[in-house]
Nanobody, 115 residues
Framework: QVQLVESGGGLVQAGGSLRLSCAFS????????MGWYRQAPGKQRELVAS???????DYASSVKGRFSISRDNAKRTVYLQMDTLKPEDTAVYYC?????????WGQGTQVTVSS
């Protein structure tokens, strides 16, 4: 059973940085795509960043230039470095893995950016 365990959320002032980590287990296969979604109160879940097995990444326009996604296949971990955080980045962030035609989600980690 695939499991995703996230860490790294918290409270930070505007302009600050946070680094999220997500380790996956329960499969010997390498995910096709890994990424991060977020959901703010009253809003739909949105894709923030994604990275393929080959290392190609993509970002939502709202975070481009501020966030950076990376993955360590040996550690089976995906990271999201978030810099120059803004209050509008406040949300629950979910790790996401696409593997063998199925989507898997982490439990979510809260990121709160104060103004």
């Amino acid at each position: 059973q695939v499991q995703l365990v996230e860490s790294g959320g918290g409270l930070v002032q505007a302009g600050g940085s946070l680094r999220l980590s997500c380790a996956f287990s329960g499969t010997s296969f390498r995910p096709n795509v890994m990424g991060w979604y977020r959901q703010a109160p009253g809003k739909q879940r949105e894709l923030v960043a994604s990275i393929t097995a080959a290392g190609s990444s993509d970002y939502a326009s709202s975070v481009k230039g501020r966030f950076s996604i990376s993955r360590d296949n040996a550690k089976r971990t995906v990271y999201l470095q978030m810099d120059t955080l803004k209050p509008e980045d406040t949300a629950v962030y979910y790790c996401w893995v696409y593997l063998a035609g199925l989507n898997y989600w982490g439990q979510g980690t809260q990121v709160t950016v104060s103004s």
